[in-house]
Each structure stands twice: as structure tokens, then as C-alpha cells.
């Protein structure tokens, strides 16, 4: 069976997964999980921002930061790491986070 064919015939979202990118656990699975979580934190930044009515440069200004990097987070271009992830939510946002590792 063609890849194409599989994929049209997929009855699940995570059959559908895996056929395009391979079962969990392999390298392009990893990579594009990886890349859905940056897009979902980026999302989340955005919109969160959005609620605050507050832009880009002034959550930058709030956290110690440059307005460029802001815009990489929400573009999902840029890598953050948790103390920075905390600072935007808690410090520039007034939002809690809570992260869980499963």
C-alpha cells in the first residue's frame, strides 16, 4: 500500500501519525512532537499576551527582554527555556503556570 493511500485511509488521528511520521519513540516522530509543543507554547504566548491587552514591546519590557525575542517565541522561532517560560506567564502576564512532566 502507497504511502498516500495509507494516509487517506487512516481511521485515527494517531494512525494518521503514524504513517506520516513514524511510530512514537523514532527520530521524525520526536522532531515533529517537539516542533507541535513549541507551536502549542507559542499559541498560548500569543494569546495570552493578547488577553493582557498587552503588545509585544511591552512584554519585553516587563520581563528584561527584546521586543524580536517575543515575536521568535509567538513565531515559535526561538527556543525558551522553563525560567524564561515562567517569567513571561508569572512576572510579565500575572498568569500561574504549572507545568506537568509525564
Known amino acids: 500500500m502507497k504511502k498516500e493511500e495509507a494516509i487517506r485511509n487512516a481511521k485515527t488521528f494517531d494512525e494518521l501519525l503514524d504513517i506520516k511520521y513514524g511510530k512514537i519513540g523514532s527520530s521524525t516522530r520526536d ?12 499559541e498560548m504566548l500569543k494569546e495570552a499576551r493578547k488577553e493582557a491587552n498587552i503588545t509585544q514591546e511591552q ?14 517565541l509567538e513565531n515559535g522561532k526561538a527556543d525558551i527555556q522553563v525560567s524564561t517560560l515562567y517569567r513571561i506567564f508569572e512576572t510579565g502576564l500575572g498568569r500561574k503556570i504549572h507545568l506537568t512532566i509525564i
Open 59 to 72: 512584554l519585553a519590557d516587563k520581563i528584561g527582554t527584546k521586543k524580536s525575542y517575543i515575536s521568535r
Open 31 to 42: 522532531e515533529y512532537e517537539a516542533k507541535a509543543n513549541y507551536f502549542v507554547i507559542s
